[in-house]
């Protein structure tokens, strides 16, 4: 995951940054139409 994560924030976010979220995120796929979360 630590590839995909430096391809797409590489340019936006520090290194240090893209190893914590690699230690911590989940990867979903998520489907078009599909809600994230439920606002209110």
Not at 4 to 24: M, P, R, T, W
Request: no cysteine.
């Amino acid at each position: 995951m630590i590839s995909e994560l430096k391809e797409s924030y590489g340019a936006h976010f520090e290194d240090a940054l893209i190893s914590e979220i690699n230690q911590v995120g989940t990867f979903k796929e998520v489907g078009a139409g599909q809600k994230l979360m439920e606002i209110g």
